[in-house]
Protein backbone atom coordinates (compact mmCIF):
# COMPACT_ATOMS: atom_id res chain seq x y z
CA UNK A 1 0.00 0.00 0.00
CA UNK A 2 2.80 2.52 1.10
CA UNK A 3 4.78 1.79 -2.51
CA UNK A 4 1.25 2.13 -4.10
CA UNK A 5 1.13 5.97 -2.52
CA UNK A 6 4.84 6.70 -3.31
CA UNK A 7 4.35 5.70 -7.11
CA UNK A 8 1.20 7.90 -6.96
CA UNK A 9 2.86 10.69 -5.56
CA UNK A 10 5.95 10.57 -7.92
CA UNK A 11 3.39 10.46 -10.69
CA UNK A 12 1.62 13.74 -9.48
CA UNK A 13 5.00 15.23 -8.83
CA UNK A 14 6.15 14.99 -12.70
CA UNK A 15 2.78 15.91 -13.53
CA UNK A 16 3.08 19.21 -11.77
CA UNK A 17 6.86 19.61 -12.29
CA UNK A 18 6.68 19.39 -15.92
CA UNK A 19 4.97 22.05 -16.66
CA UNK A 20 7.64 24.41 -14.80
CA UNK A 21 10.18 22.78 -16.26
CA UNK A 22 9.02 24.01 -19.43
CA UNK A 23 8.04 27.37 -18.69
CA UNK A 24 12.26 27.84 -17.09
CA UNK A 25 13.43 26.00 -20.75
CA UNK A 26 11.07 28.69 -22.47
CA UNK A 27 12.17 31.55 -20.22
CA UNK A 28 16.57 30.45 -20.79
CA UNK A 29 15.86 29.87 -24.26
CA UNK A 30 14.09 33.59 -24.68
CA UNK A 31 17.19 35.10 -22.33
CA UNK A 32 19.57 33.37 -24.47
CA UNK A 33 17.96 35.15 -27.70
CA UNK A 34 17.96 37.98 -26.19
CA UNK A 35 21.48 38.28 -24.83
CA UNK A 36 22.71 37.24 -28.10
CA UNK A 37 20.58 40.26 -29.95
CA UNK A 38 21.80 42.35 -27.24
CA UNK A 39 25.50 41.40 -27.95
CA UNK A 40 24.99 41.44 -31.80
CA UNK A 41 23.84 45.04 -31.16
CA UNK A 42 26.57 46.55 -29.25
CA UNK A 43 28.87 44.49 -31.72
CA UNK A 44 27.32 46.57 -34.49
CA UNK A 45 27.19 49.94 -32.57
CA UNK A 46 31.02 48.91 -31.96
CA UNK A 47 31.55 48.78 -35.76
CA UNK A 48 29.64 51.56 -36.91
CA UNK A 49 31.10 53.66 -34.08
CA UNK A 50 34.50 52.38 -35.99
CA UNK A 51 33.51 53.22 -39.39
CA UNK A 52 32.14 57.25 -38.13
CA UNK A 53 35.35 57.93 -36.82
CA UNK A 54 36.63 60.97 -38.19
CA UNK A 55 40.52 61.40 -39.18
CA UNK A 56 42.42 63.94 -40.91
CA UNK A 57 45.90 64.28 -41.88
CA UNK A 58 48.12 66.63 -44.04
CA UNK A 59 50.44 65.20 -47.04
CA UNK A 60 50.99 66.37 -50.56
CA UNK A 61 49.97 65.86 -53.75
CA UNK A 62 52.44 63.23 -55.96
CA UNK A 63 49.62 62.78 -59.41
CA UNK A 64 46.21 64.15 -59.84
CA UNK A 65 43.32 63.73 -62.78
CA UNK A 66 39.98 65.07 -62.17
CA UNK A 67 38.38 61.66 -60.31
CA UNK A 68 41.52 60.88 -57.76
CA UNK A 69 44.59 62.10 -56.52
CA UNK A 70 47.79 60.47 -55.27
CA UNK A 71 49.18 61.47 -51.81
CA UNK A 72 52.07 60.92 -49.83
CA UNK A 73 51.08 61.83 -46.25
CA UNK A 74 53.65 64.15 -43.83
CA UNK A 75 56.42 61.98 -42.17
CA UNK A 76 54.54 63.51 -38.87
CA UNK A 77 51.50 61.80 -39.50
CA UNK A 78 50.11 58.60 -38.82
CA UNK A 79 49.07 57.22 -41.93
CA UNK A 80 52.00 57.52 -42.84
CA UNK A 81 53.48 55.08 -40.64
CA UNK A 82 50.92 52.59 -42.58
CA UNK A 83 51.49 53.39 -46.38
CA UNK A 84 53.77 55.68 -48.07
CA UNK A 85 51.22 56.29 -50.62
CA UNK A 86 47.42 56.87 -50.25
CA UNK A 87 44.91 57.30 -53.65
CA UNK A 88 41.95 59.73 -52.79
CA UNK A 89 39.23 58.89 -55.06
CA UNK A 90 36.82 61.56 -55.17
CA UNK A 91 33.28 59.39 -55.92
CA UNK A 92 33.02 62.39 -58.39
CA UNK A 93 34.70 63.81 -61.45
CA UNK A 94 35.74 67.58 -60.94
CA UNK A 95 36.13 67.90 -64.42
CA UNK A 96 38.32 70.62 -64.97
CA UNK A 97 39.49 71.89 -61.93
CA UNK A 98 42.91 70.07 -60.66
CA UNK A 99 44.38 71.00 -56.89
CA UNK A 100 48.51 71.08 -58.11
CA UNK A 101 51.10 68.82 -57.86
CA UNK A 102 53.53 69.56 -55.21
CA UNK A 103 50.54 71.48 -53.29
CA UNK A 104 50.07 70.45 -49.61
CA UNK A 105 46.47 69.53 -48.81
CA UNK A 106 44.30 68.27 -45.85
CA UNK A 107 42.14 64.87 -46.43
CA UNK A 108 39.33 64.38 -44.21
CA UNK A 109 37.63 61.08 -44.03
CA UNK A 110 35.58 58.57 -42.10
CA UNK A 111 36.09 55.25 -41.44
CA UNK A 112 38.80 52.99 -41.78
CA UNK A 113 41.55 53.11 -45.13
CA UNK A 114 41.06 50.48 -47.59
CA UNK A 115 44.61 48.48 -48.18
CA UNK A 116 46.06 48.44 -51.03
CA UNK A 117 44.53 46.48 -54.36
CA UNK A 118 46.08 43.38 -55.53
CA UNK A 119 46.89 46.00 -58.49
CA UNK A 120 48.67 48.34 -56.21
CA UNK A 121 50.23 45.89 -53.69
CA UNK A 122 53.94 45.86 -55.33
CA UNK A 123 53.91 50.23 -54.32
CA UNK A 124 51.43 49.42 -51.41
CA UNK A 125 49.42 52.38 -52.41
CA UNK A 126 45.74 51.92 -50.37
CA UNK A 127 43.02 53.98 -50.76
CA UNK A 128 40.22 56.75 -49.30
CA UNK A 129 36.89 57.72 -50.56
CA UNK A 130 36.59 61.04 -49.17
CA UNK A 131 36.09 64.91 -51.40
CA UNK A 132 36.40 66.33 -48.09
CA UNK A 133 40.26 68.23 -48.97
CA UNK A 134 40.84 71.86 -46.67
CA UNK A 135 43.26 73.91 -49.43
CA UNK A 136 43.98 76.53 -46.62
CA UNK A 137 45.00 74.36 -43.61
CA UNK A 138 43.32 74.02 -40.52
CA UNK A 139 40.45 75.91 -40.14
CA UNK A 140 40.15 75.87 -35.80
CA UNK A 141 43.42 77.50 -34.48
CA UNK A 142 44.92 79.73 -31.94
CA UNK A 143 47.28 82.07 -32.50
CA UNK A 144 50.18 83.82 -30.39
CA UNK A 145 53.11 86.26 -30.22
CA UNK A 146 55.59 87.35 -28.53
CA UNK A 147 57.14 90.86 -28.16
CA UNK A 148 60.98 91.48 -29.12
CA UNK A 149 62.60 94.52 -27.21
CA UNK A 150 63.55 96.42 -30.40
CA UNK A 151 60.81 97.36 -33.15
CA UNK A 152 61.86 95.92 -36.79
CA UNK A 153 60.61 94.54 -39.72
CA UNK A 154 62.04 90.10 -40.51
CA UNK A 155 61.22 88.30 -42.90
CA UNK A 156 60.27 85.07 -42.49
CA UNK A 157 59.72 83.59 -46.18
CA UNK A 158 58.47 83.78 -49.12
CA UNK A 159 55.27 82.18 -50.54
CA UNK A 160 56.66 80.34 -53.34
CA UNK A 161 58.77 78.80 -50.78
CA UNK A 162 55.95 76.44 -49.62
CA UNK A 163 54.58 76.05 -53.11
CA UNK A 164 55.72 76.78 -56.83
CA UNK A 165 52.52 78.20 -57.39
CA UNK A 166 51.30 80.37 -55.02
CA UNK A 167 51.32 84.06 -55.83
CA UNK A 168 54.56 85.63 -54.89
CA UNK A 169 54.40 87.76 -51.53
CA UNK A 170 56.54 87.43 -48.06
CA UNK A 171 55.51 87.11 -44.70
CA UNK A 172 57.34 89.02 -41.98
CA UNK A 173 57.48 90.06 -38.46
CA UNK A 174 57.11 93.50 -37.04
CA UNK A 175 58.29 93.79 -33.31
CA UNK A 176 57.85 90.32 -32.54
CA UNK A 177 60.20 87.55 -31.68
CA UNK A 178 57.71 84.86 -31.49
CA UNK A 179 54.69 83.57 -33.58
CA UNK A 180 53.07 80.22 -32.34
CA UNK A 181 50.23 78.78 -33.28
CA UNK A 182 48.28 75.64 -31.62
CA UNK A 183 46.65 73.28 -33.86
CA UNK A 184 44.80 70.06 -33.15
CA UNK A 185 46.17 70.55 -29.17
CA UNK A 186 49.57 71.11 -30.76
CA UNK A 187 51.34 74.02 -30.26
CA UNK A 188 54.57 75.09 -32.96
CA UNK A 189 55.94 78.43 -34.49
CA UNK A 190 53.56 79.11 -37.44
CA UNK A 191 56.79 79.13 -39.71
CA UNK A 192 56.62 75.42 -39.25
CA UNK A 193 53.17 75.15 -39.53
CA UNK A 194 52.95 76.74 -43.04
CA UNK A 195 55.67 74.76 -44.03
CA UNK A 196 54.06 71.30 -43.03
CA UNK A 197 50.93 72.51 -44.69
CA UNK A 198 48.70 72.47 -41.13
CA UNK A 199 48.32 76.36 -41.81
CA UNK A 200 48.44 78.38 -44.90
CA UNK A 201 48.15 82.03 -44.91
CA UNK A 202 45.56 82.31 -47.02
CA UNK A 203 43.66 80.70 -43.71
CA UNK A 204 45.43 83.25 -41.43
CA UNK A 205 43.18 86.17 -43.88
CA UNK A 206 40.35 84.03 -43.68
CA UNK A 207 40.11 83.86 -40.43
CA UNK A 208 40.73 87.56 -39.79
CA UNK A 209 38.51 88.36 -42.17
CA UNK A 210 35.63 85.79 -39.62
CA UNK A 211 36.89 87.77 -36.76
CA UNK A 212 37.05 91.63 -38.15
CA UNK A 213 34.35 91.44 -40.59
CA UNK A 214 34.37 96.00 -40.81
CA UNK A 215 38.41 95.81 -40.37
CA UNK A 216 40.26 98.97 -41.19
CA UNK A 217 40.54 99.05 -45.25
CA UNK A 218 42.55 101.21 -47.18
CA UNK A 219 42.29 103.27 -50.35
CA UNK A 220 45.78 101.85 -52.13
CA UNK A 221 44.05 99.15 -53.39
CA UNK A 222 42.60 97.06 -50.83
CA UNK A 223 45.18 96.80 -47.88
CA UNK A 224 43.19 95.51 -44.64
CA UNK A 225 44.16 95.62 -40.79
CA UNK A 226 43.06 93.04 -38.05
CA UNK A 227 43.48 94.13 -35.04
CA UNK A 228 43.37 91.48 -32.38
CA UNK A 229 44.10 92.30 -28.68
CA UNK A 230 47.94 91.37 -28.62
CA UNK A 231 48.83 91.76 -32.00
CA UNK A 232 47.76 93.18 -35.53
CA UNK A 233 48.04 91.34 -39.12
CA UNK A 234 48.16 92.98 -42.01
CA UNK A 235 47.21 92.17 -45.79
CA UNK A 236 49.05 94.42 -48.13
CA UNK A 237 47.11 94.78 -51.08
CA UNK A 238 48.94 97.48 -53.01
CA UNK A 239 48.33 98.73 -56.91
CA UNK A 240 52.07 98.14 -57.99
CA UNK A 241 51.34 94.30 -56.96
CA UNK A 242 52.66 94.05 -53.25
CA UNK A 243 50.66 91.36 -51.40
CA UNK A 244 52.64 90.89 -48.49
CA UNK A 245 51.52 90.18 -45.14
CA UNK A 246 52.71 90.87 -41.81
CA UNK A 247 52.01 89.97 -38.42
CA UNK A 248 53.09 92.44 -35.37
CA UNK A 249 52.63 94.07 -32.12
CA UNK A 250 49.35 95.04 -31.04
CA UNK A 251 49.32 99.27 -32.42
CA UNK A 252 51.27 98.29 -35.60
CA UNK A 253 49.75 100.36 -38.76
CA UNK A 254 50.68 100.03 -42.02
CA UNK A 255 51.98 103.48 -42.16
CA UNK A 256 54.71 102.03 -39.76
CA UNK A 257 55.84 99.57 -42.30
CA UNK A 258 57.46 102.20 -44.89
CA UNK A 259 56.34 100.77 -47.80
Given amino acids: MKKKIIIVLIILAIILLFPIMKIYSNFKKESNVQNNSQTTDIKEKQAQSKNDTKHSFVGTILEE ?18 YDKIKIYYGVDHIDYLFGKGRKVIINYTGEITPPTKEDCIEKIASINTDDILTEGYEDFKLTVKESSKIKKVKILNSQELWKYEYDYNLYYYGLDEVNITIKNETMPLEKALRSGKMTLDGLIIKANKDFPHAIS ?8 YHYKDYT ?19 MKLNDLNL
Fill in 233 to 251: IIKVHKLDGNRDVYIGISN
Fill in 218 to 225: YDDGGSME
Fill in 65 to 82: DTTYMLIQPNEDEAERKL
